[in-house]
């Protein structure tokens, strides 16, 4: 090893979920790692919001748990950096407080003002052609009229919340908000602020407000902050904080990424054209790319990466992994249920041994994932979960495996637009996040996508993995294109021959169930 090996970060990874905090090595070797989960308030209106300070509070105690381990020497921790969910929103006072839960990427409740912004007297799938094309040659992309972004949630702060509005100093995303919590500094990094759709990234190398964008939906710059980039360093941890956890006043808060950006590096797929596929509480396939370019139908744009001069392409995917956590508490485990007995310490595991005995296909039952809508290939809310095809001769064992093709098929559903997008196939594909660490979830993917599916050493840590690269990088311990040697592949799972005919034709009628049932969905969900 070299001169540095003893050095480590603290690298938080502050998911929807909650907060997983971990001690890597500036070489990306995951030494330890802690977990606390946070509540997520889901409201009848289509809200979903959590508490900044029940954000700190898992932060805080992740990493008071991790550090009396005496695993490593505080002593050795030489940056703290924080990946987090992305598309949130935190309106905060001059003071840094909250001035009200947090507005989640899962928030539809600011739809109807984005879709008054955007659109105009003719539209284009729901925008005004001239502001669509402003954006696209601008940013790469546009508001979802969904309204997840934080365009979305400014618009419903500003027209149902207006007192939080006229109070706010800054609008924070959730990353920000951390790094606020560290330093005491407000800024946003170039990859953090994209999906408020504000920025000029036409010269990838100098992204900066657009006052036109601004105007467009009449918010004043003063309440964004400055532009940073993911590698540099927003400066010493609080000297409060360090003495909290036990660290060195000079370790140093590098500015870090969200959740997709990150997992790109953590992946290790950082080349151009090397893809990776992360199955979390959602899901997303992502490549970087050597160009701008945008596919307005099917929500993929080339955005700013991580790694600055670079542009990535992103495709992603309302519900994945929650599709399991729905399975286990709202249906198998319910808390009502007289089930209740049966409930083991990881159903995870169970539900692997389960889908592992079935038959590909599942016996020809379909799930279909969109628990909350669905972002893309299709930007729809009010698309919903469904099992079809059940009979008398189904199983609950036919109902599981279907749930995780189920998020294969909508994973191939992606890949052939980001591959359309591209010009090429991504093969192989790393897989990350808590679903690679299924085998069986792994060889399903290798075999609905006919791909081949790396998976990576210690998945569900890749996003805490990623942005300890790029704490490393802006400390100057090594360079983005040195991460692929310091990841390790768990396993290689080929496409199985005998399983194409099975699921190419299962894969057509979950296309086919979407396409006959959009019109059901949009009727039963109208306000969706």
């Known amino acids: 090893m070299t001169e540095n090996s003893d050095k480590y970060v603290l690298s938080i990874d502050l998911g929807t979920s909650g907060s997983k905090t971990a001690l890597i090595s500036v070489y990306g070797e995951v030494v330890d790692f802690d977990f606390e989960s946070v509540p997520l308030i889901l409201l009848p209106d289509g809200g979903a919001e959590q508490k900044p300070d029940d954000w700190w509070h898992a932060i805080m105690a992740t990493s008071k748990r991790l550090l009396s381990k005496g695993t490593i020497n505080p002593a050795d921790i030489v940056a703290i950096v924080a990946s987090t969910q992305w598309a949130g929103t935190v309106a905060v006072d ?76 800054k609008f924070l995303e959730p990353k920000d908000y951390i790094n606020f919590c560290f330093t005491g500094k407000f800024a946003a990094s170039y990859d953090s602020i994209t999906l408020h759709w504000v920025t000029d990234n036409r010269d990838i ?35 409060d904080v360090a003495r909290e956890l036990g660290l060195k006043d000079d370790v140093q808060v590098v500015m870090g990424s969200p959740d997709i950006p990150a997992a790109a590096l953590g992946s290790g797929a950082v080349r151009d054209y090397q893809g990776h596929i992360y199955v979390g509480t959602s899901s997303w396939i992502s490549t970087h790319v050597p160009f701008k370019k945008t596919d307005v139908i099917h929500g993929i744009a080339s955005i700013p990466s991580s790694i600055p001069d670079k542009y990535m392409v992103v495709n992603e995917q309302e ?31 169970i539900f692997d041994r389960i889908a592992v005995n079935v038959p590909a296909g599942s016996n020809k039952v379909i799930f279909t994932p969109w628990l909350n809508g669905e972002r893309t290939p299709v930007e729809n809310n009010s698309a919903r979960a469904c099992i079809y095809n059940l009979s008398l001769k189904n199983t609950r064992a036919d109902i599981v495996r279907a749930f995780l093709e189920g998020v294969a098929y909508n994973q191939r559903w992606a890949l052939q637009y980001v591959e359309k997008f591209i010009g090429r196939p991504l093969n192989p594909i790393h897989m990350v996040g808590g679903g690679a660490i299924s085998d069986v979830w792994c060889q399903i993917h290798a ?82």
């Open 94 to 169: 001059q003071d840094g407080k909250p001035l009200m839960n947090a507005i989640t990427w899962l928030d539809m409740r600011g739809a109807k003002y984005v879709a008054q912004m955007a659109g105009g007297p003719v539209k284009i799938e729901g925008y005004d052609p001239f502001k669509l094309l402003r954006w696209i040659r601008m940013t790469g992309g546009a508001p979802a009229l969904t309204g997840k972004d934080p365009v979305g949630h400014i618009l419903l702060i500003r027209n149902d919340f207006p007192g939080v509005y006229h109070k706010t100093y």
């Open 205 to 239: 190398t100098h992204i900066s407000y657009s006052d036109k964008l601004l105007k467009m939906y009449r918010l004043e710059k003063e309440k964004l902050s400055e532009l940073k980039r993911s590698i540099d360093i927003l400066g010493p941890v609080k000297k």
């Open 319 to 349: 519900t994945a992994g929650g599709v399991l956590t729905y399975l286990k508490d709202n249906i198998l485990y319910h808390q009502d249920a007289l089930l209740q007995e049966e409930a083991l310490p990881d159903v995870y595991k």
């Open 447 to 528: 075999d609905v996508l006919n791909r081949t599916i790396k998976q990576v050493k210690d998945p569900i840590q890749t996003n805490a993995r990623g942005a300890a690269f790029i704490a490393a990088v802006g400390l100057g311990y090594m360079a983005f294109e040195d991460i692929p040697k310091y990841i390790q592949i768990n396993n290689t799972f080929e496409p199985n021959p005998e399983n194409r005919k099975i699921y190419d034709q299962l894969f057509a009628e979950f296309l086919n169930i979407y396409k006959h049932n959009k019109a059901i969905f949009k009727r039963l969900n109208p306000h969706s």
